[in-house]
């Protein structure tokens, strides 16, 4: 009996450990495709090039899930989808900011991508770091999952009530005065360089600071969905690989999508309702309910959707209203 324990132990490692190269594989390959192959010019992006880059990045996370099922079962593939979902909804604000950080200091469309793709670089290496010490925090204090979903309740309740307010200006940030206090900070765009080196002297690009911008922006909002996606499961596997597939289509959906995020009113309350949904999910089973990983996939499929199809709806009757007039 102790035999054949040992056995599927092992096989349940090595399984593991086999997923693990693949998935590093398909990162590394799909990195070096969006460097040099599908952007290997400084140019403003096309819509249907876009396109065709953000179906291929959606159907190579599909796949993948795919995958998943056949080698861990369809219940660990549902949390997959869930919480690929769930990151690519939440990615959706960080559309909203790259645009904003882009217009405000002044970034050309045909330098956007080379701030993206090393901002993505960064991105992958932080989730990383903080999912490998979420999970560590968790094995060892398992009640840290109660103050997650404390916090996400907070957060989702919060996103529904508080109203956005004005932008602060770039130059009164505290990241430009601080930075403005150790280097030459230019104005002026110096080809697609971050930094260059002039009498001497070390000058910050616009491109650097909206690089550090976008980083920090991706770490705030990772307090928000990865907190979420422990909540949907605490395997490291699911919880790392639907972060890095829904991140690495992100450059190609800013592309994509940039120009009309704003059109979509009811994204915002359809992603606090995901949020207090999931934060939810941890308490119900003390009150006899339990929610399958199928139910959560297709709640927040649900919601996402809805909140889209209805902020398309509104805008269109919008329009029809300013054309009567």
Same mark, same amino acid.
């Given at each position: 009996?102790?035999?054949?324990?040992?056995?599927?132990?092992?096989?349940?490692?090595?399984?593991?450990?086999?997923?693990?190269?693949?998935?590093?594989?398909?990162?590394?390959?799909?990195?070096?495709?969006?460097?040099?192959?599908?952007?290997?010019?400084?140019?403003?992006?096309?819509?249907?090039?876009?396109?065709?880059?953000?179906?291929?990045?959606?159907?190579?996370?599909?796949?993948?899930?795919?995958?998943?099922?056949?080698?861990?079962?369809?219940?660990?593939?549902?949390?997959? &989808?869930?919480?690929?979902?769930?990151?690519?909804?939440?990615?959706?604000?960080?559309?909203?900011?790259?645009?904003?950080?882009?217009?405000?200091?002044?970034? $050309?469309?045909?330098?956007?991508?080379?701030?993206?793709?090393?901002?993505?670089?960064?991105?992958?290496?932080?989730?990383?770091?903080?999912? &490998?010490?979420?999970?560590?925090?968790?094995?060892?204090?398992?009640?840290?999952?109660?103050?997650?979903?404390?916090?996400?309740?907070?957060?989702?309740?919060?996103?529904?009530?508080?109203?956005?307010?004005?932008?602060? $200006? &770039?130059?009164?940030?505290?990241?430009?005065?601080?930075?403005?206090?150790? &280097?030459?900070?230019?104005?002026?765009?110096?080809?697609?360089?971050?930094?260059?080196?002039?009498?001497?002297?070390?000058?910050?690009? $616009?491109?650097?600071?909206?690089?550090?911008?976008?980083?920090?922006?991706?770490?705030?909002?990772?307090?928000?969905?990865?907190?979420?996606?422990?909540?949907?499961?605490? /395997?490291?596997?699911?919880?790392?690989?639907?972060?890095?597939?829904?991140?690495?289509?992100?450059?190609?959906?800013?592309?994509?999508?940039?120009?009309?995020?704003?059109?979509?009113?009811?994204?915002?309350?359809?992603?606090?309702?995901?949020?207090?949904?999931?934060?939810?999910?941890?308490?119900?089973?003390?009150?006899?309910?339990?929610?399958?990983?199928?139910?959560?996939?297709?709640?927040?499929?649900?919601?996402?959707?809805?909140?889209?199809?209805?902020?398309?709806?509104? /805008?269109?009757?919008?329009?029809?209203?300013?054309?009567?007039?």
């Amino acid at each position: 009996m102790e035999t054949l324990t040992n056995f599927f132990t092992n096989h349940a490692v090595l399984s593991q450990n086999w997923m693990w190269t693949i998935f590093g594989i398909s990162v590394i390959v799909l990195l070096f495709l969006d460097l040099c192959v599908f952007n290997r010019k400084n140019e403003e992006p096309h819509f249907w090039h876009t396109l065709w880059i953000c179906v291929f990045y959606i159907v190579i996370a599909l796949i993948f899930g795919v995958f998943v099922i056949y080698e861990e079962g369809v219940e660990k593939g549902m949390l997959y &989808f869930t919480g690929y979902l769930l990151e690519k909804s939440l990615s959706l604000d960080n559309i909203f900011v790259m645009s904003v950080v882009f217009s405000t200091i002044g970034v $050309p469309a045909k330098y956007q991508h080379r701030v993206l793709f090393w901002g993505i670089l960064g991105a992958l290496v932080m989730r990383g770091i903080m999912i &490998f010490l979420g999970e560590a925090l968790i094995s060892r204090f398992h009640w840290v999952l109660y103050i997650f979903s404390v916090f996400l309740i907070y957060t989702g309740i919060k996103m529904l009530t508080v109203k956005e307010g004005e932008a602060t $200006p &770039f130059k009164e940030t505290k990241l430009y005065k601080t930075l403005s206090k150790f &280097f030459h900070v230019t104005h002026e765009l110096h080809d697609q360089h971050f930094m260059f080196k002039e009498d001497g002297h070390w000058h910050i690009t $616009p491109l650097f600071f909206a690089l550090i911008i976008i980083e920090t922006m991706d770490v705030i909002f990772a307090f928000d969905s990865i907190p979420a996606i422990f909540l949907i499961t605490q /395997d490291v596997f699911i919880v790392y690989t639907s972060n890095i597939f829904a991140i690495l289509g992100l450059r190609a959906l800013y592309f994509l999508l940039a120009a009309i995020i704003n059109k979509f009113t009811y994204l915002k309350p359809a992603l606090s309702i995901i949020l207090i949904f999931i934060g939810c999910k941890i308490f119900l089973p003390h009150f006899g309910v339990k929610i399958e990983a199928w139910q959560s996939l297709s709640v927040t499929f649900a919601v996402l959707l809805g909140g889209m199809l209805l902020s398309i709806y509104k /805008d269109h009757e919008k329009k029809i209203a300013v054309d009567k007039k």
